[in-house]
T-cell receptor
Framework: NAGVTQTPKFRVLKTGQSMTLLCAQD?????MYWYRQDPGMGLRLIHY???????AKGEVPDGYNVSRLKKQNFLLGLESAAPSQTSVYFC????????????FGPGTRLTVT | QQQVKQSPQSLIVQKGGISIINCAYE??????FPWYQQFPGKGPALLIA?????SEKKEGRFTISFNKSAKQFSLHIMDSQPGDSATYFC????????????FGAGTILRVKS
């Protein structure tokens, strides 16, 4: 049982490049979330999904897109990376009946130059 | 207001001492209050959580105190140990919007041996 895994662990992008971050969970959780973590700002919700095929915007969705084609995977895309998107990105998941108890992946450190 | 205000930003405690981290909120729609612990290079992990109809919850050396009328809650770490050195986030759950968590900005705790 690997829990929540994220790939890649590190990435450096040039401004304007695109990339996709992959999150996978093996706990059969319905809900999945993407956060970004910046110093002094806690974790801010980018997008989330309440089930396969559904996605919704969080607090800071601009510049990101997501897809949830399979229940176990949640993809975060950056179409045209900007330096302001330099951050650590975390994916999380939770089961339907455990509100507030989210399981986090190890994070992806992204630098945009 | 969907903010959760957390203090202090950083805290240094002697081994064996009590660490206290405070959080405050405005939105009465929050319905669950978890605390997360994060070690460097890792994702946050659920530490302890409380519902608003309970005034205190204790798990080992960790206690949450909850004051519903004041809209405040706090984490107490008794007999603090160097292994407790980490960043701690309080959070509040909103049943709407996919049961999303709103996080405080985090407290960096260092326990000196």
């Amino acid at each position: 049982n690997a829990g929540v895994t994220q790939t890649p662990k590190f990435r450096v992008l040039k401004t304007g490049q695109s990339m996709t971050l992959l999150c996978a969970q093996d706990m059969n959780h319905e809900y999945m979330y993407w956060y970004r973590q910046d110093p002094g700002m806690g974790l801010r919700l980018i997008h989330y999904s309440v089930g396969e095929g559904t996605t919704a915007k969080g607090e800071v969705p601009d510049g990101y897109n997501v897809s949830r084609l399979k229940k176990q995977n949640f993809l975060l895309g950056l179409e045209s990376a900007a330096p302001s998107q330099t951050s650590v990105y975390f994916c999380a998941s939770r089961s339907l009946d455990r509100a507030g108890e989210q399981y986090f992946g190890p994070g992806t450190r992204l630098t945009v130059t | 207001q969907q903010q959760v205000k957390q203090s202090p930003q950083s805290l240094i405690v002697q081994k064996g001492g009590i660490s206290i981290i405070n959080c405050a909120y405005e939105n009465t729609a929050f319905d669950y209050f978890p605390w997360y612990q994060q070690f460097p290079g890792k994702g946050p992990a659920l530490l302890i959580a409380i519902r608003p109809d309970v005034s205190e919850k204790k798990e080992g050396r960790f206690t949450i105190s909850f004051n519903k009328s004041a809209k405040q809650f706090s984490l107490h770490i008794m007999d603090s140990q160097p292994g407790d050195s980490a960043t701690y986030f309080c959070a509040a759950n909103l049943r709407r919007y996919g049961n999303k968590l709103v996080f405080g900005a985090g407290t960096i705790l260092r326990v000196k041996s």
